[in-house]
């Protein structure tokens, strides 16, 4: 069974482009527009990763992080921002509430695919 892997981000243009990378890698994507939308969907389906955007409507990546790691089922599963934020603080800050990584935007295909296989085998 494919690992799954959702993509949060309220641009459709980043969720196509992750769907396609990872897709063409072997791996099942569960798409999200915010963080509100992911945690609606990972209560109905079980996710392997996550890649999170910072700036979202309704919740952001902080939120959602901070939403996924107080759940059992998400507390130790990789949470990789994926964001064109780099400041020092807003890292810290997506480490501080249990980001597992940060990926910046524009990303390479060949970068998020060896992330994946980095943290999950």
């Not at 963080?35 to 109905?44: H, I, R, T, W, Y």
């Not at 919740?59 to 998400?74: E, K, T, Y």
């Amino acid at each position: 069974m494919n690992k799954v892997i959702m993509t949060v981000d309220d641009s459709a243009s980043i969720r196509q482009m992750v769907n396609f990378t990872l897709r063409n890698a072997g791996y099942d994507v569960v798409e999200a527009v915010d963080g509100q939308d992911a945690l609606n969907k990972v209560n109905s389906q079980a996710v392997n990763m996550v890649f999170v955007d910072l700036n979202m409507p309704n919740l952001n990546g902080i939120g959602l992080i901070q939403a996924l790691r107080a759940r059992p089922d998400c507390k130790f599963i990789p949470i990789v921002m994926l964001t064109a934020e780099s400041q020092a603080e807003k890292k810290e800050k997506g480490k501080s509430v249990g980001a597992t990584g940060w990926i910046m935007k524009p990303f390479k295909p060949n970068q998020m695919v060896a992330v994946v296989k980095k943290v999950l085998g």
